[in-house]
């Protein structure tokens, strides 16, 4: 049986242009466990998601994934809705769906992907351009690809950003669904974007 | 690698190449420049030269100064455009950097082959004095200097990607590394048009493939670095 999954932050520091971001951010978070990240702008929120997510290697410290092992691992644990995140303009919801499950090496798996973009309400406009959408649909399309491999670890950095008070509500329901099953990490300014959270880093003190 | 993760992997990489494929085909944003370069370029020679007979080995440089400039004007795309729409980071978070990096080759290997098909056919029917004699020396030539153009395009496309200058620093980078495979693929194309044998052209095939393997090696090692942060 494998052992259940955590991540572990241990020291971790952020530097850009000899300014330090943060300094010292420690937590450790275990299945069905939510960690809450605040902090005024600049403060680095996005900087750890994108440290979490192994897009950006920090300047100091370790964060570990229980049993990490294999060159697909991030890819496979983690999924992220982020606003620096962007999908294929060119490319209907559907094919960027289809495009990300094969850039990962994953098949597709069609009912899936139809289920998501019923629940993100943007089946009926399922093959039109991305371009053609409005910003709280690209928002909502982000969820779809983040969650199409149902990721154990979901990261959301501003989660209800650009979305209506249906597609804040959709959010709300697919955060708490994940809290039950495995690890959220949300990044917000508001707090009340999360209901209840285990563990929380406010970087307005690791400066 | 595990014996999963590498299939995996050949999947991510094939996953990469075909969706840069259907962009390619909906966008048509290199192949549209890489025409109209080639057809502009071949134009303004045949006015420079309007009845005069060049020698060959004018005609085999003018060639590949077609396809280097034709190249510049279209390969860097594969990352580029993947910055300027903000889906490199999606694409990060995707795949590992050794898939992206494969599946982007792979990539600039098929969209460089079809612009130097394209470009041979025009230039030997529009150029009245550039003849193949040799014609197994010629495809080889193609074929090997292709794959070294695709090479090295692909890696200093990923170096320049970031920069704010990048259409400028493209050529400018590309020159010193395209220099030797340059002089080597006019030496052997001038060597096809005046009927050399192959064995005659052994010695410019090896370099051909010795650079090309060092540069994806090397570029292949590095482009983690690149890519990420």
Redesign the interface.
Known sequence: MSEPLTVRAEGLRMVFNRRVIFDGVHFTLGATQTLLISGRNGAGKSTLIKII?????PAAGSLKFSGEQ???V??SL?G?VAP????????SAE?NLQ????????PYDRDRAHDLLRRMALFSRKDDAVHTYSSGMKQRAKYAAALLHAPPVLLLDEPMANLDGDGTATVRAIMDEHRREGLLIVATNETGDVDRCDERVDLNALR | MRSGDMKRWLLSVRGIFLKDVRSELRTRYAVSALVMFVITTIAIILFSLAHEAAPPEVLSGMLWVVIFFGAMSGLSRTFVMEEERGTAMTLQLLAPPSAVYFGKLLFNVVLVVALNAFTVILYLLLVAGFVVRSADVFALTMLLGSLGFASAATIIAAIIARANTKGTLYPVLSFPILLPLLVVVIDATRSATEGAPLAEAGGAFQFLISYIVVLTTLSYLLFEYIWKD
């Open positions: 997510a192994g897009l950006l290697t294999g060159i697909f991030r890819q983690v992220l620096y995140l962007s999908l294929y303009d060119e490319f094919e495009h990300i499950a094969a850039m990962r090496g994953l």
